[in-house]
């Protein structure tokens, strides 16, 4: 009998052990270092703008391509992340024809707030709200030499993992970018470009 209530008392005690150390291992919190990456959509605004006195429409075309992110949770239900990506290239219609193409980069940092941080929760959504720089390079144009300034502006983003285990888990996350470049062509001023895409992108995310 007392074999028997040891054992029942060990099997207790192991069963309780695991599923702690279960819990610990997908408790989803501070001191989470990560990183997301996936194929990203950048779809911008459908009226970009006029240039040239109102005389030339833009309208900047999507894009896809790799993206991936890199975070810190410093508290269970706040974080630090920064979006980065490999050159994105965007066809320009101007008046409906293709006649110009840039590529950029936007580095996008946001503070983020995970309303369910702390808990075992598997699904674990966020939102967040940063600083977006965007980097604008190898601009050409039929008509003559374009170049597109730099730009700084707000983000918004929302998003959320789906954990898998302590490490793995999958991921979809949105921006909202606000991004205008000045234009030049030929050294002249010929308006402003607003961009203002979404970023869509769906991946998966891997915690160190």
Same mark, same amino acid.
């Given at each position: 009998?007392?074999?028997?209530?040891?054992?029942?008392?060990?099997?207790?005690?192991?069963?309780?052990?695991?599923?702690?150390?279960?819990?610990?291992?997908?408790?989803?919190?501070?001191?989470?270092?990560?990183?997301?990456?996936?194929?990203?959509?950048?779809?911008?605004?459908?009226?970009?703008?006029?240039?040239?006195?109102?005389?030339?429409?833009?309208?900047?075309? =999507?894009?896809? %391509?790799? #993206?991936?992110? +890199? &975070?810190?949770?410093?508290?269970?239900?706040?974080?630090?992340? /920064?979006? $980065? @990506?490999?050159?994105?290239?965007?066809?320009?219609?101007?008046?409906?024809?293709?006649?110009?193409?840039?590529?950029?980069?936007?580095?996008?940092?946001?503070?983020?707030?995970?309303?369910?941080?702390?808990?075992?929760?598997?699904?674990?959504?966020?939102?967040?709200?940063?600083?977006?720089?965007?980097?604008?390079?190898?601009?050409?144009?039929?008509?003559?030499?374009?170049?597109?300034? =730099?730009?700084? %502006?707000? #983000?918004?983003? +929302? &998003?959320?993992?789906?954990?898998?285990?302590?490490?793995?888990? /999958?991921? $979809? @996350?949105?921006?909202?970018?606000?991004?205008?470049?000045?234009?030049?062509?030929?050294?002249?001023?010929?308006?402003?470009?607003?961009?203002?895409?979404?970023?869509?992108?769906?991946?998966?995310?891997?915690?160190?």
């Amino acid at each position: 009998m007392r074999t028997s209530s040891l054992a029942s008392l060990l099997a207790g005690g192991l069963a309780a052990a695991t599923l702690m150390t279960s819990t610990q291992a997908l408790a989803y919190g501070a001191g989470d270092l990560y990183t997301r990456l996936g194929i990203a959509k950048v779809a911008p605004k459908s009226d970009n703008g006029s240039l040239v006195n109102g005389t030339v429409a833009a309208d900047v075309q =999507d894009e896809n %391509g790799f #993206a991936f992110t +890199l &975070g810190y949770r410093f508290h269970d239900k706040l974080g630090l992340e /920064l979006l $980065a @990506a490999l050159p994105f290239e965007h066809d320009v219609n101007l008046n409906g024809a293709n006649l110009a193409s840039t590529k950029h980069l936007p580095p996008t940092l946001t503070l983020q707030y995970y309303p369910l941080g702390g808990t075992e929760a598997r699904v674990q959504p966020y939102v967040g709200a940063g600083l977006n720089y965007t980097h604008f390079s190898d601009e050409s144009s039929a008509l003559g030499d374009l170049s597109l300034d =730099d730009s700084w %502006g707000a #983000a918004g983003q +929302l &998003g959320v993992d789906l954990l898998i285990d302590e490490h793995w888990a /999958l991921n $979809a @996350a949105a921006w909202y970018l606000d991004i205008d470049a000045d234009a030049t062509l030929d050294g002249a001023d010929i308006g402003t470009v607003n961009i203002d895409p979404w970023v869509v992108m769906g991946g998966i995310s891997f915690r160190y």
